[in-house]
């Protein structure tokens, strides 16, 4: 499967911004898709993951109750809502999809290219 993350941008402190991760293939609702994020000088973190169908989701503590994820296995896309920007969310944003559902990066085969999200104090 192939991944294409999209929707980043510049926000100010507070406001929202919504991420999209487009896959290829019909195997695409076959898989977990995460979320993950990198800063400058830092490891690449674990965001929040959704199960194969969106019956499932898990989140990182430090986005938990302000990013929302989603998927439309229709539309073959996993969307990432992010509301109440912080600073500290300025990154690279990921998108990866797993057969084993979890937050480390080495259950992930599929990567897509990253979106950059800067968010203003």
């Known amino acids: 499967v192939q991944l294409q993350a999209s929707g980043g941008g510049f926000v100010q402190a507070g406001g929202s911004l919504r991420l999209s991760c487009a896959g290829s293939g019909r195997t695409f609702s076959n898989y977990a898709i995460g979320w993950f994020r990198q800063a400058p000088g830092k490891e690449r973190e674990y965001v929040a993951v959704i199960s194969w169908r969106g019956r499932g989701a898990n989140y990182a503590d430090s986005v938990k109750g302000r990013f929302t994820i989603s998927r439309d296995n229709a539309l073959n896309t996993v969307y990432l809502q992010m509301d109440s920007l912080k600073p500290e969310d300025t990154a690279v944003y990921y998108c990866?999809?797993?057969?084993?559902?979890?937050?480390?990066?080495?259950?992930?085969?599929?990567w897509g290219q990253g979106t950059q999200v800067t968010v203003s104090s």
């Open positions: 990866a999809a797993t057969s084993v559902m979890g937050r480390t990066t080495t259950l992930y085969d599929y």
